[in-house]
């Protein structure tokens, strides 16, 4: 567990005083999820959202070890701001492992799991008779880091973001921005908007209305943005005009982090930071929450748990796969049995052809003994 820099300023105390309120009751903790392939700048970009270096990286032996296992893991960073005396604890779930394998079926259960059992360890604490000291763990955003390969969603992204969407809010982001020209990353969000369309993937929609001026616009241009490009970067760079940035340099200039021209960084860190950070706890609690509640309780209002459906599951999985292996070994066994018969029968003619030979054998030596003996009576 990791204390953040209280000197850290993610704009915590910057929420109106309501949301400030509202959030501090529900126990100021807010939960961010990033999901998506390794080397997509996961880590990075939370280190960059959080403008200090909370997240150690993933050091190249334990990637490698990573994949060894072949699994998802889930880590879960805790980091405490305090702003002008608020305290808020930020959980960032990362997920690495994910989509690195050649064969990714089902990479994204531990996800769903992590984020099915995070509801119902809430609804078990919210059916006790104490219930003032619940632990929070539900995940509020889920940003799904889809790699800009300047096509389209693979399979695994809509599978996944399927899966993620009817459970937690999902926000798409397209990942390392600055390595597409403008145009290619326009029309590469055009076409991630077309497949989530198509696909009926379920994304988080920031509230259009408010009545406070220019919110609503500024809203309706963040659903425009979606999925948001982001550049990930924890240097400061020189511009060619002199400005120190949060960005990256080349040899043609930098690609600068909090620029809306060459990305949607601060349009995603005001979205789940500030704007809808509200909106992100209560979507979280009266949709996805309520879904679970009303999915996972029977008739008599007890827990139907996700480990028992799955014990059911992989109980029916179990029986399939001992069927089937039982019948793999009874087709080998008959398989054997043929073989067998066969180096019997070989067996039984190379004995009887062994014996011929012998007999043979037997007769010329004899022979060879009666001429010997002949010859020797000629003598
Ligand atoms: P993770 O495995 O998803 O956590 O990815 P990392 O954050 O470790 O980043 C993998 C590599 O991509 C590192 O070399 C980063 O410097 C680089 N990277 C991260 N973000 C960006 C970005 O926005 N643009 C570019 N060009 N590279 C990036």
Redesign the pocket.
Same mark, same amino acid.
């Given at each position: 567990m990791l204390n953040g820099a209280a000197s850290s300023t993610i704009g915590i105390a910057n929420l109106p005083n309501q949301t400030h309120k509202i959030v501090s009751r529900k126990g100021a903790t807010f939960t961010l999820m990033v999901v &998506?392939? /390794? $080397?997509? &700048? !996961? @880590?990075?970009?939370i280190n960059t959202l959080l403008t200090t270096t909370i997240k150690a990286?993933?050091d190249p032996a334990k990637r490698r070890e990573m994949l060894a296992r072949k699994t998802v893991s889930i880590d879960v960073i805790r980091v405490e701001f305090e702003e002008k005396g608020f305290r808020t604890q930020l959980n960032v779930v990362?997920t690495?492992g994910f989509g690195d394998y050649v064969n990714n079926r089902d990479a994204w259960q531990p996800i769903i799991d992590f984020i099915d059992g995070q509801h119902e360890s809430y609804l078990r604490q919210e059916m006790q008779p104490e219930r003032s000291d619940i632990l929070d763990g539900r995940v509020h955003a889920c940003l799904y880091?889809i790699y800009p390969s300047g096509g389209t969603l693979r399979a695994l992204d809509i599978e996944t973001m399927k899966r993620l969407g009817s459970r937690v809010n999902l926000i798409p982001v397209v +990942? !390392? +921005?600055? @390595?597409l020209t403008p145009k290619d990353l326009a029309q590469f969000k055009r076409r991630v908007r077309d497949a989530i369309a198509h696909y009926e993937i379920n994304v988080y929609t920031p509230p259009v209305e408010s009545d406070t001026e220019g919110v609503a616009e500024r809203n309706v241009a963040l659903i425009d943005a979606m999925p948001y490009a982001?550049? $990930? /970067?924890e240097d400061d760079v020189q511009t060619p005009d002199g400005r120190v940035v949060r960005g990256?340099q080349y040899l043609w200039g930098v /690609?600068e982090v909090e620029n809306d021209e060459h990305c949607d960084f601060r349009k995603l860190r005001n979205l789940l930071i500030r704007s809808h950070m509200l909106d992100l706890v209560t979507t979280t609690e009266e949709r996805h929450y309520e879904h679970f509640r009303s999915t996972h309780l029977d008739a008599n209002g007890r827990i139907v748990s996700t480990v028992t459906r799955k014990d059911a599951k992989f109980k029916e999985e179990e029986d399939n796969l001992r069927r089937r292996f039982a019948e793999q070994v009874k087709a080998k066994e008959a398989m054997f049995r043929q073989w067998e018969q066969k180096l019997i029968a070989e067996r039984d003619k190379l004995n009887k052809d062994l014996e011929h030979e012998h007999s043979y054998i037997t007769t010329l030596t004899q022979e060879i003994k009666a001429l010997e003996e002949r010859l020797a009576g000629k003598k």
């Open positions: &998506g392939e /390794s $080397g997509t &700048g !996961k @880590t990075t970009y990286y993933r990362d690495p880091f +990942a !390392k +921005a600055d @390595t982001v550049i $990930g /970067s990256r /690609s």
